[in-house]
């Protein structure tokens, strides 16, 4: 499947240019207004596209005059005609205003999709990352 014709992948792209350009907005238009996130940070759990909105809001106002580079790795998409599943390797990367790369960290993001129209919208979404057993430590860099 080509990526043009890949929900999973344009969310993805969808996702990466609204959080570089703090556009909540943008960001939130991703997601069904009934959204379920398990997300890695703060909370167990959001339901619901305001609780959803309000983490985006936290999230781009706390960047203050930094931007996040978002890369995406090892993505995996099948995708049917009405639900489409997907997963990848993100690597979240805060970048000065002047463009110095000052710290990143990686996630693990599942996504589940669904189409709404001509137009498709991710009702789950889980990131993750492993924990390192003796520690019980988040592990925010992959190892190679």
Do not use: C
């Not at 609204?18 to 207004?33: I, N, P, T, W």
């Not at 909370?43 to 609780?51: F, H, T, V």
């Not at 390797?89 to 996630?107: F, M, P, Q, W």
């Not at 129209?117 to 924990?131: L, Y």
Request: aromatic share 10%; proline share 1%.
């Amino acid at each position: 499947m080509n990526q043009e014709m890949n929900p999973v992948s344009d969310a993805l792209a969808r996702y990466k240019a609204a959080a570089y350009s703090k556009d909540v907005d943008a960001f939130v238009a991703l997601y069904a207004d009934d959204v379920h996130v398990f997300d890695m940070w703060n909370q167990w759990e959001l339901r619901g596209i305001d609780a959803w909105r309000g983490m985006a809001q936290g999230w781009f106002g706390s960047l203050g005059t930094e931007r996040v580079v978002i890369d995406f790795s090892d993505v995996v998409a099948t995708v049917g005609a009405d639900i489409a599943l997907g997963h990848a390797t993100v690597t979240y990367t805060a970048v000065s205003a002047e463009g110095k790369d000052l710290r990143s960290l990686d996630n693990r993001m599942t996504l589940a999709l669904r189409r709404a129209g001509a137009t498709w919208k991710i009702f789950h979404e889980h990131t993750s990352g492993p924990i390192e057993h003796k520690s019980l430590k988040g592990m925010i860099k992959r190892s190679a």
